[in-house]
């Protein structure tokens, strides 16, 4: 075995020559003097070298300790000399390599098979929630206390079914940087067990028109921005997704001064997989109340000219967010009775059971098309598209007569509108 004394008198020669360690370390001196520790071993049933440093830089024990890493390596199964190659390149990874430049390339990888809505959705949780705490941060450095920091956040606004969608991102974007060997863990896995859990079946929602009545004028009567309220009123007129509402834009809307009024929604906003929302026979055309006019026409002329009716107050061009109205019904008092998206059971539980005491036998279909339940193929949707328009038009002015019943008028929001504006 070679001796530090040893290695010092090492001289160089006319020619390449080896020192001899053991367990195949030597130190290989080159003839301008140039010295560097090595490793010969097999793998697969061939010879290969591995290089471990120059000398002094790297000591004997150093070296040595080197040479015992790369024998546990073999006696595991791995070539010592890729595992390096690999270490480096993960090395080279790490550098820049904060949480919001891999999840950037992890959203851009995902192009082929998510609609630019739901990508834009995805985007704006990360911008929204997750890059104010963690986007600056080396991916490698965030922990679990960390990511249950940007998740708890989510749940505090009640939106609990988020911050598990959110959590489940965070780890896809760990999963790339694993992928990458920049990290070797997904601390986002872990604090799956943390969060509150998912409160499966229907949204809450009240169950008759009578107290769809008293959700309504107590959600108006609260503080809250003009726009806000707007959107409650129309989303229960209409029963629409809240996503789609707030999405709308003033140019969906048709006829709105004349006797058959609707609202075309495109197929890219309905909820359908990616080849149906790019074919037109899916967009959905939903016939609009009185009720419904008014209210989307002072919402779209407070709005201004803003690509869309329904935005945010801080981010003219953003949508009003779901939490946004969620918020305004929690604070009017309706945790776990009745949410926005609950308007559209409302509707249904309503109209069916005055079907079912009418003996009304088409409507139920009827009922169910208003809801926008998807149709199997697209030469179904374009018939859905226009199918049973008059009775459509018949339900939603008899839901609106009933639901606006008793209700403040709509001036009252008008008032709101100039005060707050």
Do not use: C
């Not at 790490?94 to 992890?106: C, M």
């Amino acid at each position: 075995m070679l001796t530090d004394t040893a290695i010092k008198k090492a001289k160089p020669k006319d020619k390449a020559y080896k020192l001899g360690d053991s367990g195949g370390l030597y130190l290989f001196v080159m003839p301008s003097g140039y010295r560097s520790w090595r490793m010969k071993f097999r793998f697969a049933g061939k010879e290969k070298r591995l290089v471990f440093g120059s000398y002094p830089d790297t000591t004997l024990l150093q070296a040595r300790a080197m040479r015992e890493n790369a024998a546990k390596l073999l006696r595991d199964g791995v070539d010592p000399s890729v595992h390096k190659v690999q270490q480096a390149a993960a090395q080279v990874a790490r550098v820049g390599a904060t949480f919001k430049t891999i999840a950037e390339d992890w959203l851009v990888s995902q192009d082929a098979t998510w609609s630019k809505r739901y990508a834009q959705n995805v985007k704006n949780s990360f911008v929204q929630d997750v890059y104010p705490k963690l986007g600056h941060l080396p991916i490698d450095a965030i922990t679990t206390p960390l990511v249950l920091k940007v998740l708890r956040a989510v749940e505090e606004r009640g939106a609990i079914e988020t911050a598990h969608r959110i959590r489940q991102r965070i780890s896809e974007v760990f999963a790339r940087a694993i992928g990458s060997g920049i990290v070797a863990t997904d601390p986002a896995a872990v604090a799956q067990r943390a969060l509150s859990p998912i409160k499966r079946g229907k949204q809450p929602a009240v169950r008759t028109v009578e107290a769809a009545r008293i959700v309504l004028r107590k959600v108006e009567e609260q503080p809250a921005h003009p726009l806000t309220k707007l959107a409650s009123r129309f989303l229960s007129l209409t029963a629409v997704r809240s996503g789609v509402l707030r999405m709308a834009e003033p140019k969906e809307f048709e006829g709105l001064g004349g006797p058959e009024p609707i609202w075309r929604i495109p197929a890219a906003k309905m909820k359908l997989v990616v080849d149906q929302k790019e074919d037109a026979a899916f967009e959905f055309i939903v016939p609009l109340s009185r009720q419904a006019v008014d209210t989307i026409t002072v919402a779209m002329d407070f709005s201004g000219k803003g690509p869309l009716i329904f935005r945010s107050v801080r981010h003219p061009r953003r949508p009003l967010s779901d939490s946004t109205l969620s918020k305004a019904y929690r604070e009017a008092g309706f945790t776990g009775l009745h949410v926005p998206h609950g308007w559209r059971s409302t509707f249904s539980t309503v109209m069916n059971e005055l079907a079912g005491v009418e003996s009304r036998v088409g409507d139920r279909a009827i009922i169910d098309l208003m809801l926008a339940h998807v149709p199997s193929n697209s030469v179904e949707a374009a018939y859905n598209r226009a199918a049973y328009m008059p009775r459509r038009r018949e339900l939603a002015q008899e839901w609106a007569d009933m639901l606006v019943q008793d209700l403040a008028p709509l001036e009252s929001l008008l008032t709101g509108l100039r005060q707050h504006a």
